[in-house]
């Protein structure tokens, strides 16, 4: 292909990010748009919160801030599981009062959290749950009864009035240590009890043992669940995949069996099995030769791409598990959802096995009903003309570290194998933008890769400068012997300039790599490579790095 205006078609581009365009704010602007959002969606039921929100803004919030060295360790570094515990002994052990499944890993303990409650609303029970982060409102973080909705606002701020004087003596008695994810744990365990919930779906935050929802005791856990074990929360989690596996081995409790996803490293799954069996915790291994599982095709199913499956599981040790699901429709997408949906079904089977009704019908259309946002989430055509890519196919997922880089890419390679493909990315500054970036290089060149920047959790802490992580991309093309043309920044004429005196033709052939500090230029920018590069042939735009970019590009949808 020779375009010999393609480069300067970008130029003249970038001149967009010094016009004011009214119906699509500024980065920074968007931001604070995606904020106050969230915070006043549904109208006046969000306001209603509004007391709540400020009292929570001024605790201490680890995902603003990142989590310390140590924090989810067994250690004198570790979080104080005391602190948590007399906190709910001051609320009266609400968690005492409801049976729990507990879910920890590093990656799919989400979605596995989702497919699970869906499969127990689908057989009648009313199910509690709770999972981290959210997307639009903390609100998504707590979903109550059959229909699986977020907990209303009204309900919300009914109790935090209720429990503010016990919450502010457990703050003053802890010396101010008590923070935002232990409060929120601890009036999600409140709300389960009082709306008598059949059973409590849990994600843990960080690890599992040092978790401020591993207060759940034996008697109320009907079955602990690892998904997988990878290097996400290093430092915080001991430095090791070793010591990972150990912190989130400690949601095994006595007696209660333990499924475990997988698939792991002999050495990991070794320490997970002598951990279930120093409890005497029967083991049901997802990965065990008895459990198939298949992607068949890939097609739309009612305007949606969905992924046709076959699972067959069959134990015999242990605990028995069968069931057989032909032609099961997941329109959550990728290899690894096909494996959190397995050991969502396992669970099932699990409690199934302990005396609760769960039908085979309503494991196939729990699973076949779940979705996720923000994970492998392909935005409809209202919703991409919404953030100016109109005729764009647009797919935006939360992935941040190299496992979950190389399933995007897989989903990616799987949906649109022959797709020209442009990157959106943004990260947090706690996280591997080297295994991320080679990852994504390793599976598929994209067309373009432009980089940007937004607030982490509401706040600026935790930010990768888009100068900054062109740095990791850079190096790992060279490590991977991927020719870029670094274009420079998207707001900077001069810079650009200078970038393009090369021969354009030349330059076309190359992965384009371009920064910009808003979200705006950025959207603009990669659809405008794209669209030059490509010819107007039909192109994916992919969106990922964080939760955070994935938040505001679906905000604007709305």
């Known amino acids: 292909m020779n375009n010999p205006n393609f480069f300067n078609s970008i130029l003249r581009f970038t001149n967009l990010s010094k016009t004011r365009i009214p ?37 201490k919030n680890y995902e603003k801030s990142g989590v310390p ?25 609400p968690q005492s009062n409801f049976k729990a499944v507990h879910i920890a890993g590093t990656k799919g303990k989400g979605s596995t959290a989702n497919f699970l409650a869906n499969i127990l609303r689908e057989e009648g029970y009313s199910v509690g ?62 709300l389960f009890a009082e709306e008598n919930v059949d059973i409590a779906v849990v994600e843990a935050g960080l690890g599992g043992s040092r978790d401020a929802t591993n207060v759940i005791c034996s008697s109320s856990l009907l079955a602990a669940v690892i998904t997988t074990i990878g290097k996400e929360h290093l430092a915080a989690l001991g430095g090791s995949l070793e010591s990972i596996a150990m912190a989130k081995s400690g949601i095994i409790k006595h007696g209660r069996p333990v499924v475990l996803g997988g698939p792991f490293d002999q050495r990991i799954e070794q320490i997970l099995r002598d951990k279930a069996k120093s409890s005497s915790a029967p083991v049901i291994l997802v990965s065990d030769p008895g459990i198939i599982s298949t992607v068949k095709d890939v097609r739309l199913h009612d305007g949606r791409p969905c992924q ?51 039908s085979d019908e309503s494991i196939r259309t729990g699973l076949e009903n779940a979705t996720l946002l923000g994970r492998s989430q392909f935005l409809s055509s209202e919703e991409a003309k919404a953030v100016g890519f109109a005729g764009a196919i647009v797919l935006v997922d939360g992935a941040h570290t190299g496992e979950s880089a190389k399933c995007l890419i897989d989903t990616i390679n799987m949906t649109h194998p022959n797709s020209p493909l442009a990157l959106v990315v943004a990260m947090a500054n706690d996280k ?16 373009a890769v432009v980089l940007t ?42 810079l650009f300039m200078e970038q393009l005196s090369g021969s354009a033709a030349d330059k076309e052939r190359k992965t384009v790599l371009a920064t910009s500090g808003s979200l705006q230029s950025s959207l603009k920018l990669a659809n405008q490579i794209l669209t030059e590069k490509t010819q107007c042939q039909s192109g994916l735009i992919v969106v990922t790095g964080s939760l955070h970019i994935v938040s505001l590009i679906l905000t604007l949808c709305q």
């Open 23 to 59: 119906a699509f704010p500024n980065g920074r602007i968007v931001e604070k748009l995606g904020f106050l959002r969230r915070l006043s969606s549904n109208h006046n039921e969000d306001i209603e919160l509004t007391d709540f929100m400020e009292y929570m803004e001024k605790l």
């Open 69 to 93: 060295k140590g924090a989810g360790t067994d250690s004198g570094e570790g979080f104080d599981m005391g602190r948590m515990n007399r906190l709910m002994q001051r609320l009266g052990n």
């Open 129 to 190: 749950c709770y999972t981290s982060p959210h997307v639009h409102s903390i609100r998504e973080r707590i979903s109550l009864g059959k229909e699986g909705d977020p907990v209303s606002a009204e309900k919300l701020s009914c109790l935090f009035h209720r429990v503010k004087n016990v919450i502010d003596r457990s703050i003053e008695l802890e010396n101010g240590m008590i923070s935002h994810f232990e409060v929120l744990t601890a009036m999600s365990f409140t």
């Open 308 to 358: 046709l499956c076959d699972i067959h599981i069959q134990i015999e040790k242990d605990i028995p598990l069968f069931i057989e699901l032909l032609d099961v429709r997941l329109h959550m997408l990728g290899k690894h959802q096909l494996q959190n949906a397995v050991t969502a079904a396992c669970t099932s089977l699990c409690l199934r096995n302990q005396g609760w009704k769960v």
């Open 432 to 447: 591997d933008h080297s295994a991320f970036t080679r990852q994504l290089l390793l599976g598929r060149l994209p067309e």
């Open 453 to 494: 920047e937004i607030s982490i959790a509401g706040d600026r802490s935790r930010i990768t400068p888009a100068s900054l992580l062109k740095g990791a991309w850079i190096q790992a093309a060279k490590e991977l012997d991927v020719e870029i043309a670094d274009v420079g920044a998207g707001e900077n004429e001069l």
